[in-house]
């Protein structure tokens, strides 16, 4: 193990929660180097969970372990898990959906159950609200700091098994492609769709084209426009739209210095439709 360390939560900065599981964490190894995904996932949104993991994690070195915990079940009968990727990275989270989008463009080669009789805060045994402190944190850092081997978490678990979230993807229309807005580009309000950049191209769209782009509500046309597909958001002018690949190789949509989602009131999810058309 490389003793990396990253959390990541829904449980924000306001409060003592993530001083606590790191608190836990060097109480296992003042070795480990602990480093922080995200503590702003929305509250209880295991999509966005899964979405962000998948966002991050190419970029961390093979043998780091992360610590999700986005857990509206906690205290439930849901399992906790110790998923191995197969780029030999380890997560330690809830198995409630937060894996689909590793699962998918990684691949997971084997889950651990974790027995919490032995991977447990010592006389944390009455506590059942903070999993992320009694057993994901204290569990995830003795992986990081070699106190216990993958194999030692648990009893081997099916990867099929894992519970899975519903992916929207893309497909192939008259003209063009179809797709949903999966998150987006928080601070800036671009739209991250579920459209991927080679499908998109398999289309014949071309920097500098004007595509018509159409989003649906619930069935319902709420924008129609032709929009500029460039490389940035600089090869259209200030306030003006864009067609755009994004940081993970999918298509979006942006304002240049602006909010694309408040500006055109548009959300993210399911009843979110996207479509590109020539």
């Known amino acids: 193990m490389n003793k990396l360390l990253v959390f990541m939560t829904d449980f924000g900065l306001d409060d003592g929660a993530i001083a606590a ?21 929305p509250p209880f949104n295991i999509f966005d969970a899964s979405y962000r993991l998948h966002q991050a994690i190419d970029y961390w ?13 906690v205290g439930s009968e849901r399992k906790s898990i110790v998923a191995k990727t197969r780029t030999n990275q380890y997560i330690v989270t809830p198995d409630n959906g937060t894996l689909t989008h590793i699962a998918k463009h990684i691949g997971i080669s084997e889950v651990r159950e974790i027995e919490e009789k032995t991977n447990r805060l010592v006389d944390s045994e009455t506590s059942y609200t903070f999993y992320g402190r009694d057993v994901y944190a204290y569990t995830g850092a003795r992986i990081a700091a070699g106190v216990i081997s993958f194999e030692e978490v648990g009893p081997l678990m099916n990867v099929d098994d894992l519970v899975k979230l519903e992916l929207y993807g893309c497909q192939k229309i008259d003209n063009g492609i179809m797709g949903y807005v999966d998150i987006l580009d928080v601070r800036y309000g671009s739209l991250w769709t579920s459209i991927t950049y080679e499908d998109f191209k398999d289309c ?11 989003i649906f509500c619930q069935d319902k046309k709420v924008f129609s426009q032709r929009i500029n597909y460039g490389k940035s958001f600089a090869d259209v002018e200030i306030n003006e739209p864009i067609i755009y690949m994004n940081s993970v190789y999918d298509m979006a949509l942006a304002i240049n210095q602006g ?12 009843n979110w439709m996207v479509t590109f058309t020539k």
């Open 61 to 73: 070195p093979e043998g780091t372990t992360f610590v999700c915990v986005i857990d509206p079940g």
């Open 204 to 214: 014949g769209f071309k920097i500098g084209d004007d595509i018509l782009v159409e």
């Open 21 to 41: 599981m790191e608190g836990v964490a060097f109480g296992v190894s003042y070795d480990l180097n602990i480093r922080h995904l995200t503590h702003n996932i």
């Open 259 to 270: 909010d694309f989602s408040k500006v055109y009131g548009i959300g993210t999810g399911k």
